[in-house]
Nanobody
Framework: VQLQASGGAVVQAGGSLRLSCVAS????????VAWFRQAPGKEREFVAG????????KFADSVKGRFTVSRDNDKNMVYLSMNSLNPEDTAVYYC????????????????????WGQGTLVTVSS
């Protein structure tokens, strides 16, 4: 399974951006897919995850109320919509698919995700 994240850009504080993640060579249906990010000089951290179960998602406290995550199983895609961006959101964003089908609840652990995209850079200017 290969994942490719895209949509990163330079955006001003307060702006919005939508990241996309497409899977090839495998499916996202029946699997949780998560977004992680790594800011300069920091460790990678969980941002959001969408469950294989319809309507179930998990968010880091730092993005709750600002970010949403959605999926289109027919297109094998997952999206991260980011609003009210601030400079602290600057990072390389990675999408990742769970190793296990039907895991519940959605994991926030990197080790549970076996397939990773290459990352897309989001820069929020103040």
């Amino acid at each position: 399974v290969q994942l490719q994240a895209s949509g990163g850009a330079v955006v001003q504080a307060g702006g919005s951006l939508r990241l996309s993640c497409v899977a090839s060579g495998g499916i996202v249906k029946n699997y949780s897919v998560a977004w992680f990010r790594q800011a300069p000089g920091k460790e990678r951290e969980f941002v959001a995850g969408i469950s294989w179960r319809p309507g179930s998602a998990k968010f880091a406290d730092s993005v709750k109320g600002r970010f949403t995550v959605s999926r289109d199983n027919d297109k094998n895609m997952v999206y991260l919509s980011m609003n009210s961006l601030n400079p602290e959101d600057t990072a390389v964003y990675y999408c990742a698919r769970d190793r296990s089908r039907f895991r519940a609840p959605t994991s926030y652990l990197e080790s549970d995700y076996g397939y990773w995209g290459q990352g897309t850079l989001v820069t929020v200017s103040s």
